[in-house]
T-cell receptor
Framework: KAGVTQTPRYLIKTRGQQVTLSCSPI?????VSWYQQTPGQGLQFLFE???????NKGNFPGRFSGRQFSNSRSEMNVSTLELGDSALYLC??????????????FGEGSRLTVL | GQQVMQIPQYQHVQEGEDFTTYCNSS?????IQWYKQRPGGHPVFLIQ?????EVKKQKRLTFQFGEAKKNSSLHITATQTTDVGTYFC?????????FGAGTILRVKS
């Protein structure tokens, strides 16, 4: 079956702009998590959605937001981009069974460069 | 907030040598997961440990979960060039998964 699909794979933006990233989870997976990966900071948790509801949120400013649609697809948005937002944004889906997170299946990521 | 400390940050070994990475948490974990990320790739799930003192093996990889469920290790016996990549642990606190910073493994052939 198809894996987690993220679009776009690469994008370049300038400071002050906004960006929207998309994630389609594995069919049947209702939980979607977003992570920011940078060389110095590793994998930083942004947020997790389940059944269109945000279940958990990391320690990122309000410029970072997300949502999940009824078909489990998810989007994240970053407004007023800063140079430090340059990173690989990874989406992961899981077959949430009501207890714990479960195995995460990651997409290839969206690499954002802010100039 | 909860943190998972992972060491070492980087290890460069000769092919055939063993490799170990360690993760520590100041608070008890519900479970711990391990992931591998090849250069240029995305993290791929390796295993999940749930029980206190649990030990699991996958071929040359041995995973351990501490008795207090606060620490874990991944040991690779006789490394091969295919083992290169970054190994992450991820500790679960309630419903939140927190990743360690990762250990980058390089293997010299």
């Amino acid at each position: 079956k198809a894996g987690v699909t993220q679009t776009p794979r690469y994008l370049i933006k300038t400071r002050g702009q906004q960006v929207t990233l998309s994630c389609s989870p594995i069919s049947g997976h209702r939980s979607v998590s977003w992570y920011q990966q940078t060389p110095g900071q590793g994998l930083q948790f942004l947020f997790e959605y389940f059944s269109e509801t945000q279940r958990n949120k990391g320690n990122f400013p309000g410029r970072f937001s997300g949502r999940q649609f009824s078909n489990s697809r998810s989007e994240m948005n970053v407004s007023t981009l800063e140079l430090g937002d340059s990173a690989l944004y990874l989406c992961a889906s899981s077959l949430y069974r009501g207890r714990g997170t479960g195995e995460l299946f990651f997409g290839e990521g969206s690499r954002l460069t802010v100039l | 907030g909860q943190q998972v400390m992972q060491i070492p940050q980087y290890q460069h070994v000769q092919e055939g040598e063993d490799f170990t990475t360690y993760c520590n948490s100041s608070t008890t974990l519900s479970n711990i997961q391990w992931y591998k990320q090849r250069p240029g790739g995305h993290p791929v799930f390796l295993i999940q440990l749930v029980k206190s003192g649990e030990v699991k093996k996958q071929k040359r990889l041995t995973f351990q979960f501490g008795e207090a469920k606060k620490n874990s290790s991944l040991h690779i016996t006789a490394t091969q060039t295919t083992d290169v990549g970054t190994y992450f642990c991820a500790g679960e606190y309630g419903n939140k998964l927190v990743f360690g910073a990762g250990t980058i493994l390089r293997v010299k052939s």
